[in-house]
Structures are given as C-alpha cells and as structure tokens.
C-alpha cells in the first residue's frame, strides 16, 4: 500500500521545493535574478525612456511655471527664480538617477528582510513531512480501506500541488512588478517638475517602496508558517487510518491556506500600512 501515500508525498515534495525556491527569490536582487539577463533588458528599456522623460519633464517644467506665475514680474524676482531653478534641477536629477533611487531603496528595505530572517536565524524555509504513525497506518490498510485513503491522498495532494503554484506565481509576480516600475520610472518622475502634477511622481515612488516592503510581509509570513509547521497536527495513533489522515490533511491545508492568503495579500497589507 506505499504507492497510496505517494500522492501526498509528492505533493508535499512539490510545496517544500516551492518554498525552498521563495526563500532564494526573496534573498536576490533584480540585478541578480535569472542569472541578470532581465535586468540588462530592463536597464536598456529605462535608459531609451530617459530621453522622453526629460522630455516630459521640461513640458511639465513650462506648464507648472505658467500656471503658478501670473506675469512675467513675478519670474524676474530672484528667489522666485531661484525656486523655480531649483525645482527643475531637482527633478531632472530624479529622472535622470531614477534608478539608482530605486536600486538603493530596494537594497534598504532588502536589509530590512535580511535583518529579519537572520534575527531568527531562519537561513532556510521548514519543510514540510508526514508523520511515522500516519505512512505506517497507511500501509497496514486492507484493499477496501485503502479506497477511501487513496481518494483523500489524491484530493489532498491535487490541492497541496495547486497552492504550490500559486504561491510561487505571486512571488515571481512581484518580480514582474519590480521590473516594470523601474523600466517605466522616467515617465512618472517626470511629473516632479510641476507643483500641480508632483504628487504623481510622489504616488509612484510610494507605491514602488510598496512593492519592495511586499518581500519583507512575504518573508514574515514564511516565518510564522514555518512555526506552524514545526509544531504539526496532533495525530490519535489508536484511530482509523482515514481519521488520521483527514485530521493531517485539514490541517495542513489550512495552515498552507492563510500563508498563500496572506502572500497574495502581500501588497494590500503594505498599503494599508502606508495608507496608500
């Protein structure tokens, strides 16, 4: 009867080598990520969308300056000259150092997460196992009790597998989301010229350090998952093989059910607590 517990073995492989690969994608840097073929695109995408953003910055530059000075007396006094030469100096820093900006805010908050994982010495995510007692009920099963065990192993596992994917799909997703706002980053900086359009730039730049907080809510939550795991379903050894089994395997589900919530959950958490 080994072969029925095979279906929730597997499974349960699948969801540690996901795991597994979260915790390297949440130690590495866009610069890094696979092998930083994506990055040079990226870099190559930002640099051509520099020279429309400089571009985009000095419209913004003229519309603002029209809209705040109601005559030309105004734009000769000095400190308002100043203030205005200034802000445009400001502003074509930021989109031209955009990445940089972006590059050291996420290697900030990336020490953040390193500081975490190794304040309690989490160098690697738990893996998840089935207990002795439960394999070894498994397999002193008769032919028509494996029936049933055999349907939950597979029901179990088919769910087990399909959370894995999901899990790891949010995670590369917020890859995905790291690279498209630094690619595009010229065109919202832009806006930073002008009094009347700067809080876009301001929204962009917020919404970029949420990105980036997500990797330190995803690794919390790896964290508190992996205590649930190290502390694993009370199992009745004198009950029927079935019970065994569904007791683990609701359980299980459910603990693997509020980290992949909680994961996809990522960016509403960091904006609720930003207040974004």
């Known amino acids: 009867m080994g072969g029925i517990i095979d279906n929730l073995t597997n499974a349960i492989n699948i969801w540690n ?8 994608l949440l130690t590495q840097t866009p610069q890094n990520f696979k092998g930083g073929h994506i990055w040079e695109i990226i870099v190559k995408i930002h640099g051509t969308l520099t020279a429309i953003g400089l571009a985009l910055l000095v419209l913004f530059f003229v519309i603002g300056m029209v809209r705040t000075c109601t005559n030309l007396t105004e734009i000769k006094r000095p400190e308002h000259a100043l203030r205005l030469f200034l802000r445009f100096a400001i502003a ?38 089935i207990p002795e007692e439960i394999i070894k009920a498994v397999e ?18 088919i769910f087990i597998t399909i959370l894995s994917f999901i899990l ?21 900086l832009s806006t930073s010229a002008s009094e009347n359009t700067q809080s876009v730039a ?4 917020k919404s970029y350090i949420g990105v980036c907080l997500e990797g330190t809510i995803i690794v919390l939550a790896c964290i508190i998952f992996s205590q ?7 199992i009745d050894s004198s009950s029927s093989a079935i019970s065994m089994l569904w007791t683990y395997i609701g359980e299980t589900i459910f603990n693997m059910l509020v980290l992949v919530g909680t994961v996809k959950m990522s960016d509403r958490v960091v904006k609720d607590m930003m207040g974004l």
């Open 228 to 234: 649930f795991v190290a502390s694993p379903p009370v």
């Open 92 to 129: 074509r820093g930021i989109v031209v150092y955009g990445m940089t900006i972006m590059t050291k805010v996420f290697e900030i908050i990336q020490g953040i997460t390193s500081k975490i994982m190794s304040t309690v010495s989490a160098g690697s995510a738990t893996t998840t196992t």
């Open 168 to 188: 790891i799909l949010t995670v590369y997703g917020r890859f995905f989301k790291l690279y498209m706002y630094t690619a595009i980053s010229p065109i919202p």
């Open 202 to 205: 301001l929204t962009f730049l």
């Open 17 to 24: 080598e996901k795991m597994a690969e979260i915790w390297i």
């Open 140 to 157: 002193d099963c008769g032919f028509l009790e494996s029936i049933p065990v055999w349907a939950v192993t597979l029901l179990g596992g």
